[in-house]
Structures are given as C-alpha cells and as structure tokens.
Nanobody, 125 residues
Framework: QLQLVESGGGLVQTGGSLKLSCAAS????????TGWFRQIPGKEREFVAA?????????YSDSVKGRFTISRDNAAKNMVYLQMNRLKPEDTAVYYC?????????????????WGRGTQVTVSS
C-alpha cells in the first residue's frame, strides 16, 4: 500500500501564495504519475496538475496554467509539491494528492490508484 499525506493548506488573501506538499510512504514505484486535484462541496473533483515519476513532464489545467507549478523532489522522489501563486477566491477547495502507478492518464480520476485525505485551501477576497 502507498500512503499519501498532503500539507501546506491554509487561508490566504487574493493574490497570495501557498505551497502544498504531498509525502508518499509505503510501497515504492518507479513509473506513473502524481497528480493534484481539488474539490468544492457539491461539485465533482477536478484535475489541477500532474507530474511524471521522473519529474520531466508536467501538465496543468487551463484554470491554473501560469499560476501553479508542480514539481517533484528529484532526490527523494517521494515528495511532490504544488506551488500556487496569484491565488484567486475560485481556487478555494480541498486539494488532494493522488498517484497513478502506471500510465499517463493524468486527467482521469479513475486512473489514479492512491489518494490522500486532502488539505483545505481558502482564498479570501
């Protein structure tokens, strides 16, 4: 089993920044992708960003492109980060880290094998 723990959420004003972390422990893997998703109560979970296992490929939703940056710790490989800049009230959500151990189906929620419990991000106007 793989355990994922998100951290770094909080309350920030519009235009501010936060950096989320996702720590993986348990089983090891050497392929696939780590993604960040977010969810507002009453709405479906939506894709935010993804990074390949090696860290060389990244992908973003149009709503965060140019403001958010996903990265992986190249040494440890078990840490993935989401740097969020120029935050907007519409970025308010619970943010989840997820791992897809094989493949590169980055937007597909059902393709992810493991999920964290999420961290709350609130952007005040």
């Amino acid at each position: 089993q793989l355990q994922l723990v998100e951290s770094g959420g909080g309350l920030v004003q519009t235009g501010g920044s936060l950096k989320l972390s996702c720590a993986a422990s348990g089983r090891t893997f050497n392929s696939g992708v780590t993604g960040w998703f977010r969810q507002i109560p009453g709405k479906e979970r939506e894709f935010v960003a993804a990074v390949s296992w090696g860290g060389g490929s990244t992908f973003y939703s149009d709503s965060v492109k140019g403001r958010f940056t996903i990265s992986r710790d190249n040494a440890a490989k078990n840490m993935v980060y989401l740097q969020m800049n120029r935050l907007k009230p519409e970025d308010t959500a619970v943010y989840y880290c997820a791992v897809q151990t094989t493949g590169w189906d980055r937007r597909n929620i059902d393709a992810y094998d493991y999920w964290g419990r999420g961290t709350q991000v609130t952007v005040s106007s």
